[in-house]
């Protein structure tokens, strides 16, 4: 089981930019395809991006294609999400877990975007 702890968030506004981390302690990072996932204020929790083991592979929803990468370190146990052009949509608690997900999630770290 992966378990992962999200860092990065905070207070940006709009067009600005922001890089989360999310540090895997559970073992086995570099076997998992890995994902961000967010979740807005009274919706559920939703896909944003996936990076298979070796990033050769990355999915993204549509609504963040071409603003948001996402990307790995094996060696680090570590997975990214480079967020730029940020909008006030974007506003939510973001979680990394695996791809897909088995169902364990880490606290999170909110991002809110003002306008």
């Known amino acids: 089981q992966v378990e992962q702890v999200e860092s990065g968030g905070g207070l940006v506004r709009a067009g600005g930019s922001l890089n989360l981390s999310c540090v895997d302690s559970g073992g086995s990072f570099s076997d998992y395809a890995m994902a961000w996932y967010r979740q807005a204020p009274e919706t559920e929790r939703v896909f944003v991006a996936a990076?298979?083991?070796?990033?050769?592979?990355?999915y993204y929803t549509h609504s963040v294609k071409g603003r948001f990468t996402i990307s790995r370190d094996n060696a680090k146990n570590t997975l990214y999400l480079q967020m730029n052009s940020l909008k006030p949509e974007d506003t939510a608690v973001y979680y990394c877990?695996?791809?897909?997900?088995?169902?364990?999630w880490g606290q999170g770290t909110l991002v809110t975007v003002s306008s």
């Open positions: 990076i298979d083991p070796s990033s050769d592979m990355r």
């Open positions: 877990g695996t791809y897909p997900s088995d169902g364990a």
